[in-house]
């Protein structure tokens, strides 16, 4: 089955605080994580990507995946007003659900708020 | 930079018309996609392609059509609109390579369809 799961929110933060953002999903051959970031009324765009085991830092981004638990997270760091918005987990179909091995699978979003 | 353009950006229609949204790419990227997403609301995958002459229908069963007669151009059609249809449509594209790993996607601004 085909799953990607978020918790929906809302996620609410204090400005500067770490905001932590958690993804599981359900395809033990999925190789490939991807967090985006939409605001309202706009279209996802790419935060960060992950494909080893571990973290990866960019900026005030953290992503960290952890497969043998099927788990991946996102940390921001000195959170923003601006970071407000709804933040997708996706994680690519590694098996061949009827060919559409390679797609994305997104998750339903958290959304976060940064309060001032 | 993601150079990938949807057109219209709004567009608001009667029932029973024909309409075609538009959506290219400049990455000259293999994959696109066609997702629907109602505000607030997960994305749903409606189609994808691999290539020119490549056309599969997404997880979300839709009354759209599509074509793929050049790489950099990936229309999506609604032969006769309802008010069902009335949602925001977003297209995608990504690098691919069979048996590689996934590369990430990349989302154009969108077009927001309201039937009437």
């Known amino acids: 089955q085909k799953e990607v799961e978020q918790n929906s929110g809302p996620l609410s933060v204090p400005e500067g605080a770490i905001a932590s953002l958690n993804c599981t999903y359900s395809?033990?051959?999925?190789?490939?994580f991807f967090w985006y970031r939409q605001y309202s009324g706009k279209s996802p765009e790419l935060i960060m990507s992950?494909?080893?085991?571990g973290d990866k830092e960019d900026g005030r981004f953290t992503a960290q995946l952890n497969k043998a638990s099927q788990y991946v997270s996102l940390l921001i760091r000195d959170s923003q007003p601006s970071d407000s918005a709804t933040y997708l987990c996706?994680?690519?179909?590694?098996?061949?659900?009827?060919?559409?091995?390679?797609?994305?699978?997104f998750g339903k979003g958290t959304k976060l708020s940064v309060k001032p | 930079e993601a150079d990938i353009y949807q057109t219209p950006r709004y567009l608001v229609i009667g029932t029973g018309k024909k309409i075609t949204l538009e959506c290219s790419q400049t990455?000259?990227?293999?994959?696109m996609y066609w997702y629907q997403q109602d505000p607030g609301m997960e994305l749903h995958l409606i189609h994808y392609?691999?290539?020119?002459?490549?056309?599969e229908k997404g997880d979300l069963s839709s009354e759209s059509t599509v074509s793929r007669i050049r790489t950099e151009h990936f229309p999506l059609t609604l032969e006769s609109a309802r008010p069902s249809h009335t949602s925001q449509y977003l297209c995608?594209?990504?690098?691919?390579?069979?048996?590689?790993?996934?590369?990430?996607?990349?989302f154009g601004p969108g077009t927001r369809l309201t039937v009437l």
């Open positions: 995608a594209s990504s690098e691919y390579q069979a048996g590689g790993p996934i590369d990430t996607q990349y």
């Open positions: 395809d033990r051959v999925s190789q490939s």
């Open positions: 992950i494909y080893s085991n």
């Open positions: 996706a994680v690519n179909c590694g098996r061949n659900y009827g060919g559409s091995q390679g797609n994305l699978i």
């Open positions: 990455m000259g990227h293999d994959k």
């Open positions: 392609s691999y290539g020119v002459n490549s056309t």
